[in-house]
């Protein structure tokens, strides 16, 4: 898979010039005024990343625009252009999530659909790692090329709850198999009964007996 060079220049829009004519210069205008309020409608959500990002039609991606939130997720500035695609991905992505954030771009490129991802960013200096999700929308241009506008939130303590209930849920199945592995060996039951709804309940070795 190509990935290139991935920079941090802002798109700029191409000023009307003089010989332009008055319907042309209103078409570049409301583009202007179209590309603003996309960003503005992105910028939105509060401690957020926003970004514009572009896929030419060589592949090469460029990042258009991005807040400063980048920084506190990869410790790479807005203004830092001189890390391409891949060396961004490969030092700002945890290794087990690259491969499937990269094929989740190109699924997005080639079938102009919403890429919602989940990974884990890793900053290059603290080496602090932050679970995102990551939602943008594909727009294929007239040239070829694709713009994604995005923004990529924190759902590290999301994680964090999913992981202590995951492993939570291990140590009660490894208690509950010890302990039907020790009432098996002493030969011994037990039951419950639930006066409520009038349920018992029998243990296995119980039933055996």
Request: charged share 30%; proline share 2%; net charge negative.
């Amino acid at each position: 898979m190509k990935v290139a060079r991935f920079t941090s220049n802002l798109r700029k829009m191409k000023t009307p010039s003089n010989n332009k004519t008055e319907k042309e210069n209103t078409a570049a205008s409301n583009n202007q005024r179209e590309h603003h309020k996309i960003i503005e409608l992105f910028n939105s959500p509060a401690g957020n990343m926003i970004y514009q990002m572009m896929r030419s039609t060589n592949g090469e991606y460029t990042l258009l625009y991005v807040n400063d939130k980048i920084a506190d997720f990869t410790g790479v500035t807005p203004k830092e252009s001189y890390i391409d695609g891949m060396s961004f991905f490969e030092k700002c992505i945890h290794p087990e999530d690259l491969n499937r954030y990269l094929e989740e771009i190109e699924y997005s490129a080639k079938h102009i659909a919403e890429k919602n991802s989940l990974y884990r960013y890793i900053n290059i200096d603290t080496k602090v790692v932050t679970w995102v999700k990551d939602v943008s929308i594909p727009d294929k241009q007239t040239d070829g090329s694709i713009i994604w506008n995005g923004h990529v939130f924190d759902i590290t303590q999301q994680k964090e709850l999913e992981l202590e209930l995951k492993t939570q849920q291990e140590k009660e199945k490894i208690l509950n198999e010890r302990y039907r592995y020790s009432q098996m060996i002493a030969h011994i039951g037990s039951w419950e009964w639930n006066i409520n709804d009038n349920k018992i309940w029998w243990s296995d070795e119980l039933y055996h007996l």
